[in-house]
């Protein structure tokens, strides 16, 4: 197993925790793991990001079937509804055995939550493109300005608000396909594993058939069939962001093509306020390679303490309801801190060589 240097661990925990887990422009606030985000995608949690849409508007395959509905690759489960935006998500998440940074071995486990709103959730940074390759874009923030305050509202666009969604009951929901069907437990409209069930990992077999079933609740009955996924199994060869090299990634291909696709994010300013970002939607063949010139483009605009690589595999079906799309979202997903040259990342300035100190964007100087 990779060993996770002791000072990127407890960073990578912090970065994980510290914010809600928005998956896709999905909020899914109402739970504490997975991928927290300053830019709303994961993902982890979670989510980044990664099924259905990412977060700089682009379809994971771009297929549709005659009635726009898409499944796994682009196919449907049927369901009428209302748009085309995803206002509700199932996430079925494989969490492998990790180390927790102080040498102990954290058990894996497959985890389940979901919920559903009765709209789409707005994004508060709107994402410009700088630059486009293999599958690979380069974004950079900007942060909408609305004269009048929006209170409760989110400013999407400059002197645009947008409300937030509710959260809506959708009636008893079942899931069936792991290795034991699970009824969700309702809390306050987010639908959770019961206490005590632990499920393994992981809790299905690549090209499982997972199937979600809603009896209805403020909407009609639903259900929604995905397909299970191989482990991501990232190389455990060190990562290095050179402004004059490309970013070379292999992970273990899958053994059934078709069912899942790759999604890649790189962060090298999480800490100090988020300069830009890469986010490539691919196919999962086992490896992929961001060019030199995107990677020195990122980098120019700014980097922080603990830049990271999240590679996320995933497969991902919708039906719809009527304020939109409901989406069953298989995910693995593994972070990984990346080296810069001449960048030393630090929690404490006892991280840091001798005359230098922690400085709040975690980097020494």
Not at 194 to 207: D, N, Q, R
Not at 228 to 248: H, K, Q, R, V, W
Not at 320 to 333: D, M, N, Q, R
Request: a negative charge; charged letters at 20%.
């Amino acid at each position: 197993m990779f060993r996770v240097p002791s000072s990127i661990s407890r960073a990578l925990r912090v970065f994980r925790y510290s914010f809600p887990v928005v998956l896709s422009g999905l909020a899914l606030s109402f739970v504490a793991t997975g991928c927290g985000s300053d830019d709303s995608s994961s993902d982890s949690d979670a989510g980044d990001n990664n099924g259905g849409t990412s977060n700089n508007g682009t379809n994971s395959n771009g297929a549709t079937n005659s009635n726009g509905d898409t499944n796994n690759n682009g196919e449907t489960n049927g369901g009428t509804g209302g748009g085309d935006e995803v206002v509700g998500r199932f996430v079925i998440q494989l969490k492998p055995p990790s180390d927790d940074g102080e040498g102990n071995v954290v058990p894996g486990f497959t985890e389940v939550r979901g919920k559903v709103y009765d709209g789409p959730v707005p994004e508060e940074v709107v994402w410009t493109t700088i630059s486009e390759a293999d599958g690979c874009t380069l974004l950079k923030p900007k942060a909408p300005f609305c004269e009048t305050s929006c209170g409760i509202d989110v400013c999407v666009a400059d002197d645009k608000c947008l409300p937030n969604p509710s959260s809506k009951n959708v009636g008893d929901v079942s899931l069936e396909g792991l290795t034991q069907a699970v009824m969700l437990k309702n809390i306050a409209n987010s639908y959770l594993a019961p206490a005590g069930v632990t499920l393994p990992y992981p809790a299905f077999e690549e090209g499982d058939e997972i199937k979600v079933t809603a009896t209805g609740g403020e909407y009609d009955s639903f259900e929604v069939v995905g397909k299970g996924i191989a482990p991501l199994e990232l190389s455990d060869a060190p990562l290095s962001l050179d402004p004059a090299m490309p970013l070379n990634l292999t992970w273990t291909p899958p053994g059934q093509a078709g069912i899942s696709r790759i999604h890649v994010k790189v962060d090298v300013s999480h800490h100090g306020g988020i300069k830009g970002k890469i986010e490539c939607d691919v196919e999962d063949t086992g490896s992929l390679s961001i060019s030199a010139t995107m990677i020195a483009s990122l980098t120019a605009l700014g980097v922080a303490g603990f830049p990271s690589v999240t590679v996320t595999r995933s497969s991902s079906a919708t039906t719809a309801i009527a304020p939109g799309k409901v989406e069953l979202y298989v995910v693995s997903e593994t972070d990984r801190g990346v080296e810069i040259p001449g960048l030393t990342s630090c929690m404490e300035t006892a991280d840091c060589p001798d005359g230098q100190t922690c400085q709040p964007d975690l980097t020494c100087k």
